[in-house]
């Protein structure tokens, strides 16, 4: 193990000189549970983790641009199910680190959740800093089960870049998964050097080159926002907008190599992809089929002589009633080829159901210019409504306004009939009936 130490000393020392000039906080959160006393290979599980420590410290002592603090949780008494930031950031505590570290005597029971939720008050909060922990543990099948939720309220916080969870001695890991990333060390001699390659890639960032292509594999141009979110916790973690240049060449995004990802590109509907980790010791691709095209609605008909309201269309799966997106009538959207049910919020609705959208073409979709219905109620508050009538079916298409004597209303061309009830009315024979036909661009007046 010694030998590792050393390699592990002069590996850190080379990475760590030709990274950038921003500060690294790395809180350590070390478990002091009774099971921390269960041998090893060598020795018992602290005593191993003791020497491990003891020489990454040494191995970053000399470096200006990291600080190193130290929670503790288990180690006060067999009773006390606690943790204590023993060693808080600062500069040139390497010796006062190391000097608890080795004081440490597991007594307790597993605090994992509390270890963390508390964490968060550890960093300082000035200074620009990229924050991250690591929880070395022997296990966390008896932690608390609030343990998944703890890490997302982590995540959300916007304080900590990234949790590690570095898992040692073969121990049960229900669910530190969701804890952090973890790193299963079953084996006292991948110790340190899967503590070093956390740190190394923490440092790191992986390059990737998202590709949208057509139909016909050509590079799409269209832009659209992308979202990288942690897959873990379902936590955003990257958000841009996907373009090409003038030479039709895709940018490049930087993303942290120890993440997983799921990826979500706002086409209507969206595309997705699951469970995606990048290399930073080769190229990382995303090639995205994306097969879209345009869909309008129109009112087909002569123009009428006043000026038209704009009126809504939803766009939702077909069948499923699912929501894509809302445009309005006259304008164009853009859809992943497909079949949608359109609803043009015309009075009353019009739906048109299974529309295909095709890649690379137009949809076009109309419906009848509607009519103008005039319409002045009886003095008084009345209440009342409007239903189409067809094929000896009624179709309700909108209450009426109580509290106004006039009403304008735009209706979709057909015959309608109105119910009016006023509101001195005690008998359903005071309730008042009128049919009417609305035509298209034309204009209908009652008065009752």
């Given at each position: 193990?010694?030998?590792?130490?050393?390699?592990?000393?002069?590996?850190?020392?080379?990475?760590?000189?030709?990274?950038?000039?921003?500060?690294?906080?790395?809180?350590?959160?070390?478990?002091?549970?009774?099971?921390?006393?269960?041998?090893?290979?060598?020795?018992?599980?602290?005593?191993?983790?003791?020497?491990?420590?003891?020489?990454?410290?040494?191995?970053?002592?000399?470096?200006?641009?990291?600080?190193?603090?130290?929670?503790?949780?288990?180690?006060?008494?067999?009773?006390?199910?606690?943790?204590?930031?023993?060693?808080?950031?600062?500069?040139?505590?390497?010796?006062?680190?190391?000097?608890?570290?080795?004081?440490?005597?597991?007594?307790?029971?597993?605090t994992a959740a509390t270890a963390l939720t508390d964490a968060l008050n550890d960093f300082p909060a000035t200074g620009n800093a990229r924050n991250l922990i690591l929880i070395i543990t022997d296990g966390m099948d008896d932690c608390d089960a609030e343990i998944c939720e703890v890490a997302r309220q982590v995540q959300l916080s916007g304080v900590v870049v990234q949790t590690f969870v570095l898992g040692i001695g073969g121990g049960a890991f229900r669910n530190a998964d969701c804890a952090g990333s973890l790193f299963l060390v079953p084996h006292e001699e991948e110790y340190a050097k899967t503590m070093y390659d956390i740190f190394r890639l923490s440092g790191k960032k992986a390059k990737v080159?998202?590709?949208?292509?057509?139909?016909?594999?050509?590079?799409?141009?269209?832009?659209?926002?992308?979202?990288?979110?942690?897959?873990?916790?379902?936590?955003?973690?990257?958000?841009?907008?996907?373009?090409?240049?003038?030479?039709?060449?895709?940018?490049?995004?930087?993303?942290?190599?120890?993440?997983?990802?799921?990826?979500?590109?706002?086409?209507?509907?969206?595309?997705?992809?699951?469970?995606?980790?990048?290399?930073?010791?080769?190229?990382?691709?995303?090639?995205?089929?994306?097969?879209?095209?345009?869909?309008?609605?129109?009112?087909?008909?002569?123009?009428?002589?006043?000026?038209?309201?704009?009126?809504?269309?939803?766009?939702?799966?077909?069948?499923?009633?699912?929501?894509?997106?809302?445009?309005?009538?006259?304008?164009?959207?853009?859809?992943?080829?497909?079949?949608?049910?359109?609803?043009?919020?015309?009075?009353?609705?019009?739906?048109?159901?299974?529309?295909?959208?095709?890649?690379?073409?137009?949809?076009?979709?109309?419906?009848?210019?509607?009519?103008?219905?005039?319409?002045?109620?009886?003095?008084?508050?009345?209440?009342?409504?409007?239903?189409?009538?067809?094929?000896?079916?009624?179709?309700?298409?909108?209450?009426?306004?109580?509290?106004?004597?006039?009403?304008?209303?735009?209706?979709?061309?057909?015959?309608?009939?109105?119910?009016?009830?006023?509101?001195?009315?005690?008998?359903?024979?005071?309730?008042?009936?009128?049919?009417?036909?609305?035509?298209?661009?034309?204009?209908?007046?009652?008065?009752?």
């Amino acid at each position: 193990m010694r030998r590792l130490f050393i390699v592990m000393l002069l590996m850190l020392t080379g990475i760590v000189q030709a990274q950038p000039t921003e500060k690294t906080r790395l809180l350590l959160i070390v478990d002091c549970s009774h099971t921390m006393w269960d041998h090893w290979q060598s020795n018992a599980k602290i005593k191993v983790t003791q020497q491990v420590l003891l020489s990454f410290l040494d191995s970053i002592s000399k470096q200006h641009d990291v600080d190193v603090a130290l929670r503790v949780f288990g180690h006060e008494n067999k009773m006390h199910f606690s943790t204590r930031l023993e060693v808080p950031f600062g500069t040139d505590n390497i010796y006062q680190l190391q000097s608890k570290i080795k004081t440490l005597v597991p007594q307790g029971g597993c605090t994992a959740a509390t270890a963390l939720t508390d964490a968060l008050n550890d960093f300082p909060a000035t200074g620009n800093a990229r924050n991250l922990i690591l929880i070395i543990t022997d296990g966390m099948d008896d932690c608390d089960a609030e343990i998944c939720e703890v890490a997302r309220q982590v995540q959300l916080s916007g304080v900590v870049v990234q949790t590690f969870v570095l898992g040692i001695g073969g121990g049960a890991f229900r669910n530190a998964d969701c804890a952090g990333s973890l790193f299963l060390v079953p084996h006292e001699e991948e110790y340190a050097k899967t503590m070093y390659d956390i740190f190394r890639l923490s440092g790191k960032k992986a390059k990737v080159v998202l590709k949208m292509l057509d139909g016909d594999g050509e590079l799409y141009e269209t832009e659209h926002p992308v979202a990288f979110y942690d897959s873990r916790t379902g936590v955003i973690r990257h958000s841009t907008i996907y373009s090409v240049d003038s030479k039709l060449k895709p940018d490049t995004l930087l993303m942290d190599p120890l993440v997983t990802y799921d990826m979500a590109v706002f086409t209507h509907p969206p595309l997705r992809r699951e469970a995606m980790q990048f290399s930073i010791d080769r190229p990382n691709n995303i090639d995205i089929t994306v097969s879209e095209g345009t869909l309008k609605v129109q009112y087909s008909g002569q123009r009428p002589q006043w000026q038209q309201t704009a009126v809504d269309v939803i766009v939702r799966r077909a069948g499923s009633g699912e929501r894509v997106a809302a445009q309005e009538v006259g304008e164009t959207g853009q859809y992943l080829a497909g079949r949608y049910d359109v609803e043009v919020q015309t009075l009353p609705v019009t739906t048109l159901r299974g529309v295909e959208v095709r890649g690379n073409a137009a949809t076009e979709l109309s419906v009848p210019m509607p009519g103008m219905l005039i319409l002045s109620k009886p003095k008084g508050i009345t209440t009342g409504a409007i239903f189409r009538l067809r094929d000896g079916q009624v179709e309700f298409a909108t209450d009426l306004n109580p509290s106004t004597a006039g009403e304008r209303l735009l209706l979709q061309p057909g015959q309608y009939e109105l119910v009016l009830h006023p509101q001195t009315a005690t008998k359903y024979d005071k309730v008042q009936t009128k049919r009417f036909v609305i035509e298209s661009s034309q204009t209908t007046k009652i008065q009752f």
